[in-house]
């Protein structure tokens, strides 16, 4: 069994740069969205950032993006609108070694690999998350129950890299599990995701990621593994880093349901780099010019 790779640190230089191209791409992925009538928002740390601190906050690594479930589709449908000198799209369709359960645009040119994820097949590159949001069922029991089985689902598609992360039994289960073809709980998402529908009354939340409210455990019970979908319907325009980005025009309740006081900064251990990296390559450096 493969062991992984050392975790690099970026200096102060190059993680602003990072950032920077991610503008680049949040940037692109808001033409081809206003050129299409395709709604999306700034969502977690992207959008406590451009009310927070109008831009990443400091600490931030990554860039996420949410769109409801045919917003996300529609907006698949012109990934060929994007300028291939910036970016891509990846999922699954677009690269079958990829594993996870909703989008990313890839920066062009660059090389990310995460900690961890060295074996992996799929492509690579300094990137930001597309999640798209699907409705969940209306009871609370349906609710658990679509949780347990998500839950299991995303642990399918993480096996092929957990099998590398964990120790014992834990690495011998996840063996076991990575001899599942991904095409099972691919097409148990889309049967989930085709009763979405942008008009229903439904509360939403991205299927192949942990319920949002679930991560703030002050959320009541009955509002943990859904967020309400008006949040992704009402939209407003918010500086971030001097572009003119939409995220949602309740950014209060949405931080609010994320992180509680979203205004009172974290201690010195929660400002660090949360996406661990052992290889990366920004633009125009040469095959030799990783970390």
């Not at 200096?11 to 299409?36: G, K, T």
């Not at 910036?86 to 990310?112: A, N, S, V």
């Not at 964990?166 to 691919?186: K, M």
């Amino acid at each position: 069994m493969k062991e992984m790779n050392k975790q690099k640190i970026l200096s102060a230089d190059q993680f602003r740069r990072m950032q920077l191209i991610e503008l680049d791409m949040l940037v692109e992925l808001d033409r081809v969205c206003r050129a299409n009538e395709i709604d999306y928002v700034l969502f977690g740390g992207s959008m406590l950032g451009a009310v927070r601190h109008r831009g990443y906050i400091p600490w931030d690594d990554d860039a996420d993006i949410v769109m409801l479930r045919q917003d996300y589709e529609r907006f698949k449908q012109h990934i060929g609108e994007l300028d291939p000198a910036i970016c891509y799209f990846q999922d699954h369709d677009t690269d079958p070694e990829y594993r996870w359960g909703y989008g990313k645009l890839r920066r062009t040119g660059t090389k990310y690999v995460r900690v961890g994820q060295e074996h992996l097949k799929c492509k690579t590159g300094i990137f930001i998350d597309i999640f798209p949001l699907d409705d969940i069922p209306t009871s609370l029991l349906g609710q658990i129950l679509q949780d347990r089985w998500c839950y299991c689902l995303r642990k399918i598609l993480w096996s092929e890299a957990a099998k590398y992360q964990t120790r014992g039994l834990w690495r011998l289960w996840f063996t076991l599990l990575s001899g599942i073809p991904v095409s099972i709980p691919f097409a148990a998402f889309r049967r989930m995701e085709r009763k979405s529908d942008n008009a229903s009354s439904n509360r939403v939340r991205c299927l192949a990621f942990p319920a949002t409210g679930t991560l703030y455990r002050k959320n009541p019970l009955k509002e943990r593994y859904g967020m309400p979908k008006e949040w992704f319907k009402d939209r407003a325009l918010y500086s971030f880093e001097g572009k003119q980005l939409y995220g949602s025009r309740d950014y209060d309740s949405v931080l609010r349901y994320i992180y509680g006081d979203y205004m009172q900064l974290p201690d010195e251990e929660g400002r660090k780099q949360h996406s661990p990296f052992s290889e990366i390559r920004f633009p125009e450096e040469g095959e030799g010019g990783g970390l």
